[in-house]
């Protein structure tokens, strides 16, 4: 059982930065996959980064490859997402996720556990 809790959203200008950690708890959080997705009112779950078990192998979705970046820090079991360039468009509430299939997946149903989730807001 893996439980996930998500912090650094706020309010931001367009072309500012933000970061995201997601605090994970449990002894096996080096074995999982994890993601980050966000969603707007009416829409299904966007994928944005996800990275593997040894930090390795990194995938990110079209609208945000090359300017965000994901990382993960076994040791204290978390995983970050950096977002600079940040666009009106980003605006979204972003959920971190982990997978225990142990390969990089980018569907959210093939995630097992997922946090509550942040709200990031990018102004024009």
């Known amino acids: 059982q893996v439980q996930l809790v998500e912090s650094g959203g706020g309010l931001v200008q367009a072309g500012g930065s933000l970061r995201l950690s997601c605090a994970a708890s449990g002894r096996t959080f080096g074995w999982y996959v994890l993601g980050w997705f966000r969603q707007t009112p009416g829409k299904e779950r966007e994928f944005v980064a996800a990275i593997s078990w040894d930090g390795r192998s990194t995938d990110y979705g079209d609208s945000v490859r090359g300017r965000f970046s994901i990382s993960r820090d076994n040791a204290k079991n978390t995983v970050y997402l950096q977002m600079n360039s940040l666009k009106p468009e980003d605006t979204a509430v972003y959920f971190c996720?982990?997978?225990?299939?142990?390969?990089?997946?980018?569907?959210?149903?093939?995630?097992?556990?997922w946090g509550q989730g942040t709200q990031v807001t990018v102004s024009s």
């Open positions: 996720a982990a997978d225990q299939s142990r390969r990089i997946a980018t569907m959210a149903l093939e995630y097992d556990y």
